[in-house]
């Protein structure tokens, strides 16, 4: 939990606040918008939230924080126990946010998919009890697809768990040397039916995207919805080789999709159209920067 006496003095004044161990990893924004704002270095409280449903959304955002920045000066216990309960959070049909962001991947995002064919891990939260016990519900985990080396989390014991494989890029397999399936080169490959692999280096050398059913992409952190610019953006920071990157994210205009579903940044669901006309626009603004050799 948050130490009151770390609390930063970017907090307005009330009941939830952020303390100074806060890495600026974005999920709280993501989850609580109306609560919480970047202020620098670190997210800070921009205004309390008020009624019932923006205080559940704080108490998401409390729980899934990696590394327990947030606090409650006086808890409401009925409805931090609901907003347990809340996780995963189902996003669309059978693709669910985990929730509980792991500060091992510095809070990535990780989801979950059920499929017929075998129940899929994209990326790794913390490891819980309450996550272990939902996908056991849901009929355990057969791959956990890993979108590069950052955002491990916690695989190695989910992937023991529930005897999943690992899946990786060799560019990344440092990350997790005894992975059990190793993705080489560059083209997409079919890994299960209506399962495309898709590699986008750029962030880092074996960054990967997943591309679900011809609707769902996740793109770990090679592509985000931002909601500054209100359109799509490739990663800033960290980025291993800049043109790379661009041409990776030309490579996705092949194929259709309505959902960005990220590890760092918001996601976002669009008409496949209008997806499209979104990722076309990143490109013309990422161009005028990065000229492409």
């Not at 959070?89 to 809070?107: M, P």
């Not at 899929?120 to 956990?144: A, T």
């Not at 980025?239 to 959902?259: G, H, I, N, Q, Y």
Request: with cysteine; charged share 25%; hydrophobic share 35%.
């Amino acid at each position: 939990m948050a130490d009151r006496a770390k609390r930063l003095p970017t907090n307005v004044d009330g009941n939830f606040f952020v303390d100074s161990t806060c890495i600026n990893c974005d999920t709280c924004r993501q989850l609580a918008p109306a609560s919480f704002a970047e202020n620098g270095e670190f997210s800070s409280v921009s205004r309390q939230p008020e009624g019932e449903r923006e205080r559940y959304r704080a108490y998401q955002a409390l729980l899934a924080c990696p590394v327990g920045s947030i606090g409650a000066i006086v808890p409401d216990k009925a409805q931090m126990r609901a907003a347990t309960e809340s996780f995963p959070i189902r996003i669309a049909s059978d693709v669910y946010y985990n929730g509980f962001n792991s500060e091992k991947s510095y809070g990535a995002n990780s989801y979950f998919v059920r499929h017929p064919g075998g129940n899929w891990l994209i990326d790794s939260p913390r490891y819980m009890k309450r996550l272990e016990d939902f996908f056991e519900r849901m009929g355990g985990v057969q791959y956990i697809f890993l979108t590069h080396e950052d955002d491990i989390g916690d695989a190695p014991r989910y992937a023991k768990r529930f005897g999943a494989k690992r899946i990786i890029h060799r560019a990344d397999a440092d990350a997790q040397p005894d992975a059990e399936w190793i993705v080489d080169g560059l083209e997409p490959m079919t890994a299960v039916p209506g399962f495309t692999i898709i590699p986008v280096p750029g962030h880092t050398d074996g960054s990967m995207a997943l591309h679900v059913a011809g609707r769902y992409l996740f793109t770990g952190d090679h592509m985000s919805w931002d909601r500054e610019i209100n359109g799509l953006r490739l990663a800033m920071v960290y980025v291993w080789d800049e043109a790379t990157l661009r041409r990776s994210a030309a490579k996705l205009s092949e194929c259709s999709f309505e959902w960005v579903l990220p590890g760092h940044g918001d996601r976002m669901h669009l008409p496949a159209e209008r997806m499209k006309e979104e990722l076309r626009l990143l490109l013309e603004r990422r161009e005028e920067k990065i000229p492409i050799p």
